[in-house]
């Protein structure tokens, strides 16, 4: 047909395409007149055309009736035609020919593919069920649950057992060595770097005040000319001048400073015994200002400095240059001062300081008199005001408020949780006034906390340690001190109240038969903070989720083991390879969504923000002084980024060295056993694992702290990744290899398969480090009993020894001094804690399809760690330092990496292992893999639909609490221009602690005069101290 026209009687000019349509021409200028494709050029058509452009219109207007007959035929031929097409053959056809071309080799079985389908689909069906009627959240605020005991108020929870019963609840304890023990350590000489690393604030403004010579005789008005640090500065009566650094040829060490001077005594007497009440110091300070925080030590850290300069060899030199040869070794024989002086001075600076900081202190001693116990509280309210506003903190409203301001809302909704409103003594006076509060008191307006006052206070435990904490780190470097030898230890201080409930409704191992796991994370938050919450919350999610996983997991084996008894073993294995590595990434996927809605709705709900960060800097923070960026008027410590960068690298490259060193260890150990696996071979790789884990549990803080973090949120993130790092490669290296490299040995697989190789080694190496850990709980909590019982033997032999105390009777321990023997629960502990998790649950992730027995070990790894570690961190644990953080941090990122190499991981074995592609080229095994991929993220993308990862009451629990705000305010508002006659505004009338020499009205140190005469015998034990007394 192409460009003729078929025509007759149309010029090609005129009608020049013709298109063929069902055997006829068809012109594609009008598309009306069909022609017979078989008509020859120059001849007449058996039917003309009509209404062709240029056609004569009369000529067939007579074969109207043939043409509508000739359209009806031709219609019917196009449907018959239609009716023949067979689409499902086109579709094999076109399939059979992709496969062939990218699938060369592959053999799909329909039977597996059937089969694998019907335990897929029914094992979702499984997981909705779980998820619809079974599965409970965590966020529920009341304690309903748990019975009425643990519904009832919080003052009838405080109940005192074991322990000596009085008045002392103190927020942070510091525990310093008691002067009059003969500590070992305690006549070494003190060094500069000691008090350099502890203190934190700036000393290099000093003056020089009057004091009076080492023979009593005074010497008014005593100055110092200014003189290089070499020279021996002259003392004179009222000479003007300052000092800058030097030693006094009778002794005397003047320094630049507010403190005025030093007396070293050349040698103490040698009667004179370390516990001796009559001994004179060997350190006399005089003259120092009250005013200034730490004066006396920072006037001993100077005096120290100037001793060790002295005694460099440089500056010896430079003396005798400077006294024409004459040797001055009197000023370098001189004796500096011991750390059993400096820990008194540090003392007695920190007693005095407190006070003036606002807080309450209280001292005493432990029954084998060899500690001395500094409780700190913030209990007066003039203090906890001006800290409360100086650091604009948030208090969640009391429920009640929301009633009174002619809201309804539901009250035993989760949604309906009353808001966090900024602390402001206005607002409550403004809401009094209103008449929507019954007094002018801010317990009216804000939710109290009875673990210390019956009353209650505003702010909890939690909140006050954070004020007390960041006061005394922009002073103190608490951790260095402890290093140093300075102080024994320092912890948050545990409640007696909160323990009991959060015994009653957590953590008690009467609750291993509970398998919903539900946990009252709101009330671990308050006592605990966000990091913990955050991680018990998540412990406690995938409790839940992998209970629902190791039901189907129990029902594999068993089926597998029936199918063994009529099948070749290594063909059940790669059988079920295919379909449970399918459930398990449904169910990684569901569980992982699950989690974000409780991230979320807890994030909304304590209302975090993501892009915070912990402004309190780290006190081991090396740097140099540079304007703030938030301030440029503010000098702040800062890190070159350059430097920092290449700290990190270094720190990453070594390692990234110590997994290659394990991956070489990995490679000996299956050279040794050369594929023949056994028992042993389990047990040697587990304690290979153990042994590395316990070096790199070493090495990790040291790289850590080398890196110069100036935030904790970055220290933490950095650690936790490098252990992450180091300890994935420890446990999952040797299954990797013998998944992937052992076939391509020269020892090759064993006669039973590298699948079944893998699988025996998993559960049993898996077995093994479950049983450990398991056992670590335990031995936990076993060593802190036997710690507290060796202790007290040793105290009653040395006591029957005592002519006095025939009988070896001791005093009986407060709870305060009993938290000092308890096992740390620090950040290093915490990140312990989870990544046993999450390398628990990587092993479920990457070789749950080779191995599903190992999913009911992961749940008992997680199920101990649960109960295990909520009864340690009540029970035998200091009470954790309380932080922020943004649901469970970078272990979300690690998680979702798990499950992206699983995936990956599961397609690797199906193409290797599976009988689909045995034979196969490289090609069809890459492209299986990758089509295998695709297919678990279309099958993710269904999965979030069902069980979508956005938690549903996060907007009805943002538009409550932005009414109840706006209703707060909107009554407060009302009132702001009425003021009492003589009223201050509370920010501007209020006196900030710690800004004069006074502390505010009501705050007490006990026994303060003893502190500062030193008179440590005076200090009783805590049984003995009438002050404590109820």
């Known amino acids: 047909v192409g460009s003729r026209c078929l025509g007759w009687g149309v010029t090609p000019s005129r009608c020049n395409e013709v298109m063929e349509v069902a055997g006829y021409g068809v012109c594609r200028g009008c598309k009306r007149s069909p022609v017979s494709s078989q008509a020859q050029p120059g001849q007449p058509p058996a039917s003309y055309l009509t209404g062709c452009i240029g056609a004569d219109p009369g000529e067939d207007a007579g074969d109207e009736e043939s043409a509508a007959s000739r359209a009806k035929r031709d219609a019917d031929e196009t449907l018959s035609k239609v009716k023949k097409v067979d689409i499902p053959g086109m579709l094999r056809r076109d399939a059979a020919i992709l496969v062939d071309e990218f699938l060369p080799g592959v053999q799909f079985r329909t039977d597996i593919l059937l089969l694998s389908l019907a335990f897929v689909t029914g094992s979702a069906l499984w997981f909705c069920i779980f998820v619809r009627h079974i599965y409970e959240n965590d966020r529920k605020e009341d304690l309903s649950r748990w019975g009425e005991e643990g519904g009832k108020d919080d003052a009838a929870f405080a109940v005192h057992t074991g322990c000596v019963e009085n008045d002392l609840k103190p927020d942070f304890v510091i525990v310093f060595h008691h002067p009059q023990h003969p500590h070992k350590d305690g006549e070494s000489p003190a060094t500069f770097r000691e008090l350099h690393r502890t203190l934190i604030a700036d000393v290099s403004t000093w003056r020089v005040i009057a004091e009076h010579d080492p023979g009593g005789k005074e010497l008014g008005g005593v100055c110092v000319r200014s003189a290089p640090s070499f020279d021996a500065p002259k003392v004179g009566t009222k000479a003007h001048g300052k000092l800058l650094r030097g030693f006094e040829e009778d002794g005397w060490v003047a320094l630049e400073g507010e403190v005025g001077y030093v007396s070293i005594l050349d040698e103490a007497p040698s009667s004179r015994g370390p516990t001796s009440t009559q001994e004179q110091p060997a350190l006399e300070l005089v003259g120092a200002n009250a005013s200034e925080a730490f004066a006396r030590t920072k006037m001993l850290m100077k005096a120290i400095q100037d001793w060790e300069e002295a005694k460099s060899p440089l500056q010896h030199l430079r003396r005798l240059s400077h006294s024409d040869g004459e040797s001055s070794g009197g000023r370098l024989d001189m004796k500096p001062p011991s750390k059993n002086e400096v820990r008194q001075i540090f003392l007695q600076d920190l007693y005095t300081q407190l006070p003036l900081l606002g807080f309450d202190a209280a001292i005493f001693s432990s029954i084998d008199d060899d500690e001395l116990y500094v409780c700190i509280s913030l209990e007066n309210q003039e203090a906890l005001d001006a800290y409360l506003l100086r650091n ?243 000098l702040e410590k800062q890190y070159p980024p350059g430097q920092a960068a290449i700290r990190r690298f270094c720190t990453t490259l070594v390692t990234l060295i110590s997994c290659g060193l394990v991956g070489i260890c990995i490679v000996i150990w299956t050279n040794i056993f050369e594929g023949k696996m056994n028992l042993f071979a389990s047990v040697c790789l587990a304690a290979m694992i153990f042994v590395f884990q316990i070096l790199y549990d070493i090495m990790v803080p040291l790289l850590t702290n080398w890196e110069n973090h100036k935030y904790q949120s970055t220290y933490y993130d950095s650690y936790l990744w490098k252990q992450f790092m180091f300890q994935s490669v420890n446990r999952y290296a040797a299954f990797f290899y013998l998944a992937i490299k052992q076939r391509y040995t020269a020892v090759g697989c064993p006669e039973r398969g590298c699948l079944r190789l893998l699988q025996e080694q998993l559960v049993s190496t898996f077995l093994i480090l479950t049983l450990t850990g398991i056992a670590q709980v335990i031995a936990a909590s076993l060593l802190v009993r036997v710690k507290i019982m060796c202790e007290d033997c040793w105290l009653r032999r040395s006591r029957q020894e005592d002519s006095e105390n025939e009988k070896g009777e001791i005093s009986k321990r407060s709870f305060v001094e009993l938290q000092s023997k308890f096992a740390e629960g620090r950040m290093q502990a915490q990140i312990q804690h989870m990544l046993q998790l999450v390398l628990s649950l990587g092993f479920v992730l990457l070789f749950g399809a080779v191995a599903p027995i190992i999913v009911p070990f992961c749940l008992a790894v997680f199920t101990v760690q649960l109960r295990g570690t909520a009864f340690l961190m009540l029970n035998y644990t200091k009470r954790a330092v309380p932080r922020h953080q943004f649901g469970i941090g970078q272990w979300r990122s690690i998680i979702s990496f798990l499950m992206q190499a699983s995936v990956i991981f599961s397609g690797f074995l199906i193409a290797v292992y599976g009988d689909t592609f045995a034979g196969a080229p490289l090609l069809a095994k890459v492209a299986g893999v990758f089509l ?99």
């Not at 705000?965 to 009132?975: D, N, P």
């Not at 009205?1001 to 303060?1008: D, E, F, I």
């Open 392 to 634: 604009n903190t948030r208090l969640q409203v009391r429920k009640d408020i929301v009633s009174r301001l002619g809201i309804s809302q539901p009250p035993d909704e989760i949604a309906s949780s009353p808001p966090l409103l900024r602390y402001d003594p206005r607002i409550v006076q403004n809401l009094h006034k209103a008449e929507v509060l019954p007094e002018d008191e801010a317990r009216q307006l804000y939710r109290t906390h009875h673990g210390r006052d019956e009353h209650g206070c505003i702010a909890s435990g939690k909140e006050r340690f954070r004020l007390l904490y960041k006061e005394l780190c922009s002073q103190l470097d608490l951790d260095a001190a402890v290093a140093e030898g300075l102080i024994v230890d320092w912890y948050p201080s545990h409640s007696y109240l909160w323990l009991s409930k959060l015994t009653r409704t957590w953590a008690s191992f009467g609750r291993l038969h509970d398998f919903s796991f539900v946990q009252p994370v709101p009330m671990i938050h308050d006592y605990f903070g966000a990091r913990v919450a955050f991680i018990f919350a998540w412990n406690g999610l995938y409790c839940k989720a992998l209970f629902a996983l190791t039901v189907l997991s129990i029902i594999v084996e068993v089926c597998a083991y029936i199918l063994k008894q009529h099948f070749d073993a290594e063909t059940v294995h790669k059988r079920i390879v295919l379909s449970f590595s399918i459930v398990t990434i449904i169910w990684s996927r569901m569980t992982a969504n699950l989690w974000d809605r409780e991230h979320q709705y807890f994030v909304k709900a304590w209302e975090m923000d993501p892009f915070a960060v912990d402004q309190v800097i780290r006190p081991s923070f090396q740097g140099e002084k540079q304007p703030s960026p938030a301030d440029l008027n503010i």
């Open 932 to 1030: 295998y991929i695709l297919g678990m993220r279309a099958i993710w993308a269904l999965v979030d639909k069902v069980c979508p990862p956005n938690c549903r009451d996060l907007e009805t629990l943002q538009a409550r609490r932005d009414r109840v705000l706006h209703v707060i305010m909107q009554q407060a508002e009302g009132f702001t221009g009425a003021k009492k006659p003589g009223a201050r505004s509370p920010r501007a009338g209020q006196r900030s602690p710690g800004a004069g020499q006074e502390p505010p009205h009501g705050v007490v140190a006990h026994l303060a005069e003893e502190v500062k005469h030193r008179s440590w015998e005076k200090v009783p034990h805590c049984e003995n101290a009438a002050y404590l007394k109820r």
